[in-house]
């Protein structure tokens, strides 16, 4: 059984709802934070899910070592964008192609 924990790092908009969730959460402003805040992680966190917008700001060379290393999984995911109109249908595809590596067609 594996006993390695999850953390959600966000923005403080959906930070909340994660929190909500009963998820661990760790609230960044930006991407400098955000790095700060994988620096910082305990070692029996095995899994990162990170707000999009806070990993696209954080640096080449930090995203390389952090997709080098086998644990933490860090898992980027689409936080809220009012103004986007997609469909859910596609937000779904979006996730299942990231998890799975191609995309599905639903």
Not at 2 to 18: E, K, M, Y
Not at 23 to 35: G, H, Q
């Amino acid at each position: 059984m594996n006993d390695r924990g999850l953390i959600v790092i966000a923005r403080p908009g959906s930070s909340i709802g994660f929190a909500l969730a009963g998820l661990e959460v760790a609230t960044a402003d930006d991407a400098r934070s955000a790095m700060q805040a994988i620096e910082e992680l305990d070692a029996r966190v095995g899994v990162v899910i990170i707000d999009e917008h806070l990993y696209r700001g954080l640096t080449d060379e930090f995203r390389q070592d952090l997709n080098r290393s086998a644990e933490p999984v860090v898992i980027p995911v689409p936080g809220p964008d009012w103004a986007e109109g997609a469909s859910a249908h596609e937000y779904v595809v979006e996730i299942l192609r990231r998890a799975i590596g191609y995309r599905v067609k639903l």
